[in-house]
């Protein structure tokens, strides 16, 4: 069994690096007597399409029945419920399985499950990202501040 790491941030500038969630992650898979087949990094939001996450979409390819599809946190692999369905599904459909150091192995019902209301709470913390951005910028246009990228 061979193990692929997939790390996602969304910024260059995030808490959770791509050094540290690789090295969480091999901290478990040395643990477990396995072996890194790759490693994956990517930066972008976690709400994208499947069709614009290419680096995931490499990961996942690279997948061969038995293999494990390793991610730090859940919401890494994205924060989007039907997104991670999908990605689920053809991981599933490859004969692999995807395991988040926060809830496990995808390979159990209870593992799904866990993993569906992680997913869940991560389309709910996006929403409430959305929500603080307009309020933010509503203040900023309020105070007479500009808004947006600085040109």
């Not at 951005?133 to 808004?147: I, R, S």
Request: with cysteine.
């Amino acid at each position: 069994m061979s193990v692929i790491i997939y790390t996602r941030t969304s910024t260059s500038k995030q808490e959770i690096s791509h050094d540290n969630q690789i090295n969480a992650c091999m901290r478990w898979i040395e643990s477990q007597g396995l072996h890194v087949k790759g490693i994956f990094n990517e930066t972008i939001s976690g709400a994208k399409n499947l069709e614009k996450r290419d680096i995931l979409l490499d990961a996942i390819a690279c997948l061969e029945e038995g293999d494990v599809l390793c991610v730090y946190r859940r919401d890494r692999l994205g924060r989007d419920l039907v997104q991670n369905a999908i990605a689920d599904k053809i991981i599933i459909s490859k004969g692999a399985s995807v395991h988040s150091l926060d809830s496990g192995s995808n390979d159990t019902p209870e593992g799904q499950l866990l993993q569906q209301i992680l997913d869940v709470f991560a389309t709910y913390e996006r929403m409430l990202i959305q929500v603080r951005t307009k309020e933010a910028l509503k203040m900023k246009k309020q105070k007479g501040q500009k808004t947006g990228n600085p040109s």
